[in-house]
């Protein structure tokens, strides 16, 4: 449900979900427009094989856009992409502005799987799924953190996909040597664009951030 302080209106979602992580989020006027991750389906917290992110094979994440109308207390949903998925992340200096495309997900690009995540999915907020790029790594992918190209000067300048991806990547299968990997965030189908051999095991996280500045 979203309730709005203004008019006491409320108004509820077309379906049930949990919602750990949005995407972006912008207002103009009396409509408010979000994108996140909705579990949805059998979702109970309950961790299958000792997952953390809770039973995403029965309830996998659905990346969906929420219009929502602060004066009536309407919502309507569109799913973006099919595709499980968490940790969805965007353009970090441009959070809350109206007309914001970009978000990249950690997937799993598999129809009837929730699990493992092994995709980095970027959405196109405009296109839907015929606007969206996929790159399936050989192993276990995290949250990708976008860092802007142009730094705090693109908050206004440049294209807001003009940037790189970094991710944590682990092969389970070379247990003892986990990667940074570096993507072009506009064209995130070509893959890695460099790969950062750490020479040791790094767990595996949840978050990550950027900023251009060094304090």
């Not at 965007?90 to 914001?100: D, E, K, L, Q």
């Not at 970027?122 to 790594?137: S, Y």
Request: hydrophobic share 35%; aromatic share 14%; with cysteine.
């Amino acid at each position: 449900a979203v309730v709005s302080t203004q008019s006491g209106h409320y108004g509820r979602a077309p379906f049930p979900f949990h919602m750990y992580h949005f995407g972006t989020c912008s207002r103009q006027g009396e409509n408010v427009t979000l994108t996140a991750t909705a579990l949805t389906g059998q979702f109970d917290m309950s961790w299958e094989y000792r997952y953390w992110l809770s039973n995403m094979c029965k309830a996998p994440g659905r990346f969906n856009r929420f219009d929502v109308n602060l004066k009536t207390g309407a919502i309507t949903t569109d799913e973006l992409d099919p595709a499980s998925n968490e940790f969805p992340t965007s353009h970090p200096f441009r959070h809350g502005h109206p007309g914001t495309r970009f978000n990249y997900l950690m997937g799993c690009d598999e129809p009837g799987r929730g699990l493992p995540f092994l995709d980095i999915v970027k959405v196109d907020a405009e296109q839907g799924p015929p606007g969206r790029q996929v790159w399936r790594a050989d192993g276990l992918i995290s949250e990708a953190v976008f860092a802007p190209r142009a730094g705090y000067s693109s908050v206004t300048e440049g294209d807001e996909d003009d940037g790189w991806l970094l991710t944590q990547f682990y092969n389970p299968d070379k247990p003892d040597q986990s990667e940074f990997l570096i993507l072009d965030a506009r064209d995130v189908a070509a893959g890695p664009v460099c790969r950062i051999k750490l020479g040791f095991k790094m767990h595996y996280p949840f978050h990550g951030t950027f900023t251009p500045t060094v304090f």
